[in-house]
Structures are given as structure tokens and as C-alpha cells.
């Protein structure tokens, strides 16, 4: 059974009130019980703690984290036995050492120090991003039209190679290679951490046979990404793309623990987004496809700003998360004729 969760697994990226502070007590733990206790009991008296210190999702949190100490994934898929038997005296010490990081507002996901992608186990590390639930949406909608179109777009080899910008923990080109074993990916960040913890999740997964990691920036490392990185049949990326005055509603779990450049894109959000659709006519092959997910105000300011800006790429669609809110766009590369009958020497 897979985790899931809204309070660290946030989504509605820069829709305020939804991500507005709220009150932020001390963190005292409970005392140590003075005798045994049973996971319930622990469970309960830990949810009851977070609600008192205003936590958010007391409940998951407590779940989460004692599941994680019994070695499960999720208190459902624990036998009975395991929740009604007294918890040893090392235990106890264990939630009590997992629930105070908790209680510090650190997300649930860094606490026990992995998370669930689709379906794959991922290692979590602060201050990589934390995958959130609408970037498995981008990655259904990569699978599917990769599914639906398989030979279009492909290179040299026959096969399709996608580039991911702004890997974070690996989440999205791990998953997409998990589930297409004839997939190459290139995946790259600005984040030495993020890098890192990228190439250790494609170790534990077996995947670094079809997998080259970079640690560059799109912005300033672009010449040598263009050399590295291309062509490509597409280019995928869940980039930073709040508005930067969006970043003070955030709940104190984004705000204090994960990397703020991996969230702030700039005044309107599109800092990161215009570098990658300026750059993905040099990246892709002729039809190669963008997929990006950005905040529900970016569609319509992608489709003009395109116009006036990129030639070659042309704005396919807008596409709809699952509660209805524009959040991804698809473009695709297309030469001019112009263009194509210069390369194929039928002008001069
Ligand atoms: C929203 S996170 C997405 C991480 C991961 N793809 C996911 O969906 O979980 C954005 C990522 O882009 C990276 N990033 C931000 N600016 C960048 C830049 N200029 N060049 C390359 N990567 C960048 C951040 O370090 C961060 O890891």
C-alpha cells in the first residue's frame, strides 16, 4: 500500500491561504512513558500531541512514522498483533526521537527518510524537494503519449531519450525508466545535494545503465548542457514556478526545510520555464515534445509569451490535474519548412 499525504506532500502550489502559516507552538515532547506502551497507545498519544502543537495531519504523521518503525509502510498493512503487542523499551525511544523531529515541523516524508512515487520507494533527503502527488499526473501523461506515439521521435539508436531539468530525488525520470525498460534519460540539477540524491535512489533502483546524471544549471551551465544533453525526444521538468511573493504563505515544512530554490521561480514564476522553452528548440528532435508542470496562472501566459519569443515551438495544449486546475503544458518542436528544405540543401 502506497504513502500518502497533503501536509509535506503538499499540493496547490502558490494558491495563498491554502499554504498560510499557522500557529507555530515550541516543540516540547511529551515525558517518556514510564512503563511499555503499544504502537496504538503510542499512535494516539502522539496524534493528540501534534493536534495540541497544531501539526498538520496529526494523524498520518503519527501513522506514518510508527508504521515506518515496525517496518511498513502504512499502519493498514500491519498485522493486528503488531499494533496491540507492547512496543520494547528501544522503540519507544525511536518514536519518541522520529515524533520530536515531527514536532519541529519537519516534513513526515524527511523524518522517516523515504517517500512513495508511483510505485516506486524513494530515499528523502533535506533539502531535495519532496515529490508531490500531481508530478505522478505528469509523469501518467509522459507514459501515455510515449505509449501512444512509439515511433515518432525516436533517435539514432531507435530509442527514445528524454531530458528531466531540475531532478530533485530522481522522482520523475526513475519513475518514467521504471516503467519503460526501453527508455534513456538524462537528468540533470543545479543542486549538488539534489544530484546526489539522484544518483542514489537510480543505485538502489538498478537504473544507472540508462540513466546520465549532470549537476548543471539550466540558466548559467547552458552551452554545456546544450552539448551534453542533445537532441533529446522530450524534455520533461517540474520546475520551480511559485511567484516569489507567494513563498512567504508557505507552511512552515516547505518553507524551513526544503531547498527555496527548487521552489521560487522568479516575480511571475517562469524564471526556470522561459530558459526551458528557449533552449528546447536546440534540445529536441524535430516533433520532440516539452512537458511541464507549472502553477494554474502560468497557461495562459506560456501561450503568448511563446508566440512573441521561441520560434519552432508551438503550444499543443493545456492539460488539467485531477481536482480540475490547469497544470501542464505539452509544446512540441516543429521546423519550418523553410528550415527543413535549408537542411535538406534545397535552398540556397
Ligand atoms: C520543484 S523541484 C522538482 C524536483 C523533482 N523533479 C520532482 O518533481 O520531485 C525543482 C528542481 O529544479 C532544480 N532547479 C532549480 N533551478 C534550476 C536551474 N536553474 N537549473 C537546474 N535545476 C534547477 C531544483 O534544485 C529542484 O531540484
Partial sequence: MWRRSVSAGHTCFGLKGIWGFRAVHTC?????????????????????H????????PDQSSHYI???????????????????????????EQVWKLCTRRLSRMPVQYVIEEWDFRDLTLKMRPPVFIPRPETEELVELVLTELKMKPDTRVGADGQHTILEVGCGSGAISLSLLKSLPQLKAIALDQSQDAVNLTIENMLRLGLQDRLQIY?????????TLLSLCSPVSVLVSNPPYLFSEDMASLEPEVFRFEDHSALDGGKDGLKVIKQILNLAPQLLLNYGRVYLEVDPRHPQLIRPWLKANVEELHYVETRHDITGRPRFCILQKEKSNKDRELNLGLRN
Fill in 215 to 223: 549537476h548543471l544549471d539550466v540558466i548559467k551551465d547552458a552551452q
Fill in 28 to 48: 516540547d515532547a511529551p515525558a517518556l512513558p514510564a512503563g511499555r506502551i503499544t504502537a496504538l497507545q503510542a499512535m494516539d498519544l502522539w496524534k493528540r
Fill in 50 to 57: 501534534f493536534e495540541e502543537r497544531g501539526v498538520t495531519e
Fill in 66 to 92: 510508527i508504521a515506518h518503525l515496525l517496518g511498513a509502510t502504512t499502519v493498514e498493512s500491519l498485522e493486528q498483533r503488531k499494533l496491540t503487542e507492547l512496543l520494547s523499551l528501544e522503540k519507544i
